[in-house]
């Protein structure tokens, strides 16, 4: 009797957290893109030298409307963008992240970009999702320390104490500018986040809620070609996979997989964020059809300047998936 109580009770949570279908839309959209806007990737590509002088630099001539236009011409339906990753440096103010770091000058740009950004997309009726890893920027050892993050399968209740204030404070100043997350790095599930009290999956999801409770959320928990859902208190699958021939949709049902959207991320590039195009567009559009086909969203990142425009070989590619779409 105790196990057939116990098993409701795990039922009626899975079904209750999930009574909002907060990523529906992403079964209309189908199509997405996705660059990641990082300091440390654009010293690679275009060699530049970043400090907080010039990181304010770049992301106060980041031509938003130049990016949109280019997403929408693809025929794309949502974008999926980078807030900040390991470098310690973010493309918005959080006064949460710089008390807590103590950086001076911050690494957190002026210019709201994100902002900027979502309005430039939503005037064009795109959606818009940000990427932020779920640990702390591991290029930056100072602001390490201070937001108390062990690398590892660690509980870091404190980190995630402090991560949630921060992410707070950006869902408070976006409010429904934002419609989804993205969350890199949940690496460990069972030590950090599937605890009974808070820190955990509840409250990681709910902090990220904060401005908008209809934000869609994705937990990446890494590279996996049978696309699963982790936690009831994600949207959405993160899906996250580097070789597409792999990919494995097992029992879906009406576009989600235990009760999730179904999603998948992958790059167009030689690598994330950088190269040549890897695959034929034949190719890339035969990866995308395979999640049409269970009623799923494809999102291709594609290399971007540091003017933020996507790179042409990308949007040629990006386009002829979008003609596609309406097929």
Known sequence: MKRVLMIVLILATWVSVRAQDRAAWMQDARFGVMTHYL???LKQTENLSIDVKK??????NFDVEGLADQVKSTGANYMIFTIGQNSGYYVSPNKTYDRIVG???GKCSHRDLIADLSDA??????????????GAPNGDSVAKKALQWQNGAHPNKEFQHNWEQIIREWSLRWGTKVDGWWFDGCYWPNVMYRSESAPNFKSFAAAARTGNPNSAIGFNMGVMYRITSGTPYEDYIAGEINKDDQLSINKPYDGKIDG???HVLSFLG????MGNPRFTTAQVIGYS??????KGAMTWDAPIQSNGHIYQPF?????????????
Not at 315 to 327: C, D, P, S
Request: a positive charge; aromatic letters at 12%.
């Open 55 to 60: 990181w304010n630099e770049l992301v106060d």
């Open 270 to 273: 030689e690598k994330w964020g």
């Open 39 to 41: 300091p440390d990737w």
């Open 315 to 327: 949007i040629n590619q990006l386009t002829e998936v979008g003609k596609a779409l309406k097929k």
């Open 121 to 134: 997309l939503h005037k064009r009726g795109l959606k818009f999702i940000v990427y932020l890893p779920s």
């Open 289 to 294: 059809q395979k999640l049409w086909d269970v």
């Open 260 to 262: 999730a959207q179904i």
């Open 103 to 105: 950086i001076k000058p």
